[in-house]
């Protein structure tokens, strides 16, 4: 009857469905899938970095005038406790590789950038409540937290590369049989992800600084007063900048205003935390993380220094180290004994502004490397800071010199364009070498960001030396980092082997029922072969 028919029609092959076009707008959906997910993971990135140079740029600033301190907390040694906040800062991520890679294996990569971003989120909520106890401890644990957040990042960027390209070669049977990728099927897609990642990300630095801007700006005395006892400015000078004035308050903020404040910061804290955790997919298969574990909680600990033995990671190390003095030099070294020196601290948010600005706009230069070779971006950067530290080791002031305002904004936009060339070019680079190993990449950006907290412990060190001999080692470490480069691309142009360590082959727990079967059976064969 007409219930059957119409039965036998919903039930029976459908003539407008269409599976090849279902099958197409089903990938079309994954691939707008991971551009959400890189794009989530640059503005978590950014928000946390963003509260917490911010507030730390604030908090050091406060502390360090004389006033604030006796007015606020008299008894309280908060110089003391600064120097051993920022000794956990600088000083804990030493000790990064050796944890690092077991707790992404453990816990995940989207799940360790969640919670490295709530570390960040409990740094912000100590500060309603300055003592020892709770500023000390949450910097340990920033400087914790530091490694094992950007080789997620990185991890989580390159793959939502391999993804993008499984997706978009969805027919392809090395796809559909889940098999190792070509060479260099998805470097095209890694160096677009990572320009993505660094354009949004580099603007951290422009957001850090508007509670600098908005807030403490004008409570700040002018440059007469603050720079009276300062002698020089610039390479000349040893320190930071020797005779600055111990009182840079004219009156102090208002505890409700810093409420407001903290408040603002620790919601955004939070918000980044929430784009982590809903708008991030993740970053491998369930299957694929259970594989990751399975190969060993001791192997996944020594499979990072096993994998030093390649020669292009071991070339490679003294950019890493450069990476991360630089970046480090231009937010403390140059902004503070050239910028602030020269133009007072009303003028150090500009800096760090255009510093900034310079940097995220130049991370898109980095997509010409679609139709230019690899080596363009790391030498372009090079280049550039060579020269700025040339010009830099001449040059040197009286305070108080507003004329320099124009050269100093030029050598800071300068120094962002060599910042995004180089951040992007080492991030890349790692990439297309190691695209196709995707169960090696938590352990090869566990080795890049380790040697980078190597660089924020030797800036940590460096603090009492001159500034010649902080540029002159600056100097050297590029000169290093370029020759050794070189080197590299040498032999990968001779095709010169590279040793790769062994991963070992996923060893997976045997269920409950099997096991016990398995007892059961060598019981049974126990008992015949008794009697």
Known sequence: D????RMEEFLGPQAQYNEEEEERKYYRRKRLGVIKNVVAASLGAMMVYSVYMGLLQMQLILHYDMTYREVKYSNLGLEDIDRKMLMGINVTPIIGLLYTPVLIRFFGTKWIMFLASGIYALFVSTNYWERYY???????????AIVPLWASLGNYITRMAQQYYEYANYKEEHVQERKK???GACHSYIIIFQSVFYLIFNLSLVFAELPMRLVLN???HENKYILANVKVCGAEIRGMIPGFNT???TNLPHSMLLIKVESVLMGFAFLAMIIFLVLCGPAYRPTEEIDLRSIGWGNIFQLPFKHLRDYRLRLLCPFFIYSGLEVLFAITGFSLSYGVCILGLKKLWLLIVVYGLSSSVFSSLSLFLLRLPR???LVGGAAVHAVLIIALLAFSSKPDQPQYLGPLLVISVLWGLGTALNKTGVSILLGMLYAEEKERLDFIY???????????????????LPMRAKLSILLATLLLSCYCYCVMERRMAKKVQHRLPRIPRPRHKVSNRNFADSLMHLFTINLFSSN
């Not at 007409?2 to 028919?5: V, W």
């Open 446 to 464: 566990t080795i890049y960001h380790w040697w980078q907290a190597i660089a924020i412990f030797i800036v940590y060190l460096w603090s009492g």
């Open 218 to 220: 004008s409570h700040l």
């Open 181 to 183: 990728l070509p060479k």
């Open 375 to 377: 080596w363009l971006c």
């Open 134 to 144: 709770t500023l000390v401890p949450s910097a340990v644990a920033i400087g914790v």
């Open 2 to 5: 007409q219930r059957d028919r």
């Open 247 to 249: 009182t840079v308050l």
